[in-house]
């Protein structure tokens, strides 16, 4: 199996792409439909003779591609293989990568006891704990959260709080989840539009879904 690549290495063997966080991304922009979901098809292909499973996004007109090797935690010579495979691909069909555009995001919650906050965003986000410090969506379709360790409390309220959207027959359980899991009720005022909740150190989460959104019907 291919070893893991020194983020320079990987950076430098794909340079169409990006290294963001332990992976290479590549961002493409089609003139229509028709092509974003023949350069889909055609970078499926790819992947599957290669057996690599890279994620796929497509949203209206752009196409996003990240590979990396999840044994490794990076990048290896497999992904840079597919990656050039795919650049030869984007060359013939006419279009270009925009690696401007490209962002990763991650939210950073800092605490003074991690145990005790970590349980709450395990359970409000649905995710799986990677180790103490670190909770990541395995589908990668959401933003990893991860903990810092504070040295003293802050005595101003949390500025920011964080909105997950969740289907409207999974909200309850989550709330439950959530409550036994440390976490605390602050507002159900607006529910079941939404529910305020908090970890043990006030961090706050509103659990979200469409109900009671519509205006109420007119006569």
Partial sequence: MSEKLSRQAASDAL????FLLQRMHLTVRAPDATTVFDLVARIGSLAASRGRHP?????????HLAVSTGSRDGVTDDDIALGRAVDEVVAEMGLASEPGSLTVVEIAIDAMDIDAVRPFWDAVLGWDVVDRDDLRDRRRMGPAVWFQQMDEPRPQRNRIHIDVTVAHDEAQGRIERALAAGG???SDARAPAFWILADPEGNEACVCTWQGRDPAPTA
């Avoid at 497509?58 to 196409?63: I, L, N, Y």
């Fill in 184 to 186: 605390h009720m602050v």
């Fill in 15 to 18: 340079p169409t792409w990006r």
């Fill in 55 to 63: 994620d796929i996004d497509v949203r209206g007109d752009v196409v």
